[in-house]
């Protein structure tokens, strides 16, 4: 069932600047900073929570009928803090605050995207700490690396040509190869605060390309 969030008046994590959160002096952020190829972008979502009994915002269905109260928000954040075409810096909201239409706003989780022109280089996903062995939390002090971030190729039965990048995760320089999903990471949310640093350094390999792949040719190199 397609669901709608309709805001009423909403106005939290809405900063000054489109799509940057951090360059106000009001506004509390985790930093998650980097190396990356000097081609690259980044591309960062979070999303929060809203929830509450007295919240005022509601989510509807695709025919217009009033679902549930509450909802998720997804917000998406570009702007790199960062001079060094080598580096980039980004800011996060991760304080739970109650807004204006008196629903309360809690991050749920983050998401971190590293592209450049010829596709998606590596990212990682950030959740909460849970129960099952493999959501411990890990210390935000520990170094996230996708190392090795090579282009690979595929020609398909039309002929046409895919691509996309291959990169090998670290976690405190320990490889997670043998991990189903080894850009999942899960943290203490509630330690989170100004001073928290998350640091994901994406690296090229050999085999790195910043063209565009045109999928009738090929790959010409």
């Known amino acids: 069932l397609f669901i709608v969030l309709v805001f009423l008046g909403y106005d939290y994590y809405q900063s000054i600047q489109p ?44 025919f217009g009928r009033k679902a549930h109260q509450g909802g998720k928000i997804d917000k998406k954040y570009t702007y790199n803090f960062s001079d060094d075409p080598s580096r980039y810096e980004l800011r996060l909201p991760y304080k739970s605050v109650v807004d204006n239409n008196n629903c309360n706003i809690e991050l749920r989780d983050f998401q971190v995207n590293v592209l450049n022109n010829f596709d998606g280089i590596a990212g990682f996903r950030a959740y909460p700490q849970g129960e099952l062995p493999y959501e411990k939390a890990i210390s935000t002090s520990m170094i996230i690396e996708a190392r090795d971030c090579n282009a690979e190729f595929h020609q398909g039965k039309n002929d046409m040509w895919d691509g996309w990048f291959n990169c090998e995760y670290f976690v405190g320089n320990k490889s997670r190869l043998k991990d189903v999903r080894p850009y999942e990471f899960y943290y203490d949310f509630s330690q989170f605060s100004d001073d928290t640093i998350i640091k994901f350094n994406v690296l090229a390999g050999e085999n790195y390309r910043s063209e565009p792949l045109d999928k009738k040719i090929g790959p010409q190199e």
Do not use: L, R
């Open 19 to 62: 799509n940057i959160w951090g360059d106000e002096p009001d506004e509390s952020y985790i930093t998650i900073t980097g190396k990356k190829p000097t081609d690259a972008h980044i591309v960062a979502w979070a999303t929060f929570w809203v929830t509450g009994d007295e919240c005022k915002t509601y989510s509807y269905d695709m």
